[in-house]
């Protein structure tokens, strides 16, 4: 179980290296472009390997999926970086473990968890720590995006959960159909809004590949099978390493600094990303059939008697 959750752990870690590969490797002003080689060529080429196409219902719950995971999430995600200050949209888009536990109650049927969602609030204030300013501004449409961007990412995560995969089918084929439905919607959106770069030199190729193979095909392999074999609001708390990756970087590749509130955002978020995978306490409950009264009297017919 712990080799699962740090293979899972993998995905929104590499997710985390998005911003510095962008800003540093790729051209700049195409951020949706980047998306869509993410997705993709990541898809197509998992789905060569897999050699497996959807079969009857799949067709559409890959669709779904795809949208919810990658197709819808996306452009959300950088409406909202557009729009609003980097750290506003990370702080709103740590809000996914809060929704993952709300929509796990009427779509699985589970328990509210309150342990989860404890460390999952726990988890958001350590991201505001880390990555909000006194300055930051607010924006209608950027705050509305910031949360549909999580809404969306939150409900794909459950269905996957929800939907499980088909029998025989590999974690590779179905992260395939997820990252090409994705990618075809991500297609036209990406042509129309920024269209191709003109030039792509050799960092912005070694930056495509490495958004496309490591954080496409790979990434979301052990993503999707990690939502299949843990729980799924343990794995939505493990998206807050995305941010805290990509604040590192910053801070370990481009010389910024961290003050001390951002080293206790740091601890919180990481406590809270431990926390969840760990087992909720449970309190011990009185045994239903035994009475009070008989309680009392097995207690006193246990003591010692003086004569």
């Known amino acids: 179980m712990k080799q699962t959750t740090l293979l899972t752990a993998f995905a929104p870690a590499v997710w985390g290296t998005t911003y510095i590969v962008t800003t540093e490797l790729l051209p700049a002003g195409h951020p949706l472009f980047a998306s869509l080689v993410r997705a993709l060529p990541a898809g197509l080429i998992a789905i060569a390997i897999a050699r497996r196409l959807p079969h009857r219902t799949w067709w559409f719950k890959s669709a779904v ?3 919810l995971n990658i197709g819808a999430f996306f452009p959300l995600l950088f409406l909202a970086a557009y729009r609003l200050p980097g750290g506003v949209a990370a702080t709103l888009g740590a809000f996914q473990p809060l929704i993952v536990a709300l929509l796990v109650v009427p779509l699985l049927g589970e328990r509210l968890s309150r342990w989860r969602l404890l460390w999952g609030i726990v988890g958001v204030i350590g991201v505001a720590l880390v990555v909000l300013r006194s300055s930051a501004a607010l924006d209608v ?3 509305i ?4 961007g999580p809404v969306s990412m939150g409900l794909g995560v459950v269905l996957t959960k929800k939907w499980g995969r088909p029998s025989g089918v590999s974690g590779v084929a179905l992260a395939g159909w997820q990252l090409t439905a994705g990618g075809l919607v991500l297609l036209p959106i990406a042509l129309l ?3 191709v770069p003109t030039v792509i030199d050799a960092d912005a190729a070694l930056g495509y590949a490495w958004l496309g193979i490591v954080g496409g095909l790979l990434a979301y392999t052990l993503w999707f099978s990690g939502i299949r ?5 343990a794995v939505a708390v493990l998206a807050l390493l995305s941010p805290l990756v990509a604040a590192g970087l910053g801070a370990a590749v481009l010389g910024e600094t961290l003050t001390p509130a951002q080293l206790v955002g740091f601890a919180l978020a990481l406590a809270a990303i431990v926390a ?5 306490p449970r309190r011990r409950m009185p045994d239903p059939t035994t009475r009070p009264v008989d309680a009392a009297l097995s207690s006193t017919n246990r003591a010692p008697h003086n004569s």
Do not use: C, K, N, Y
């Not at 969840?276 to 909720?280: F, I």
């Open 276 to 280: 969840s995978q760990l087992t909720p």
């Open 145 to 148: 995006a910031g949360l549909l």
């Open 193 to 195: 809004v920024e269209g």
């Open 65 to 67: 999926l795809g949208i």
């Open 229 to 233: 074999s843990l729980p799924v609001t």
């Open 141 to 143: 449409v950027g705050v």
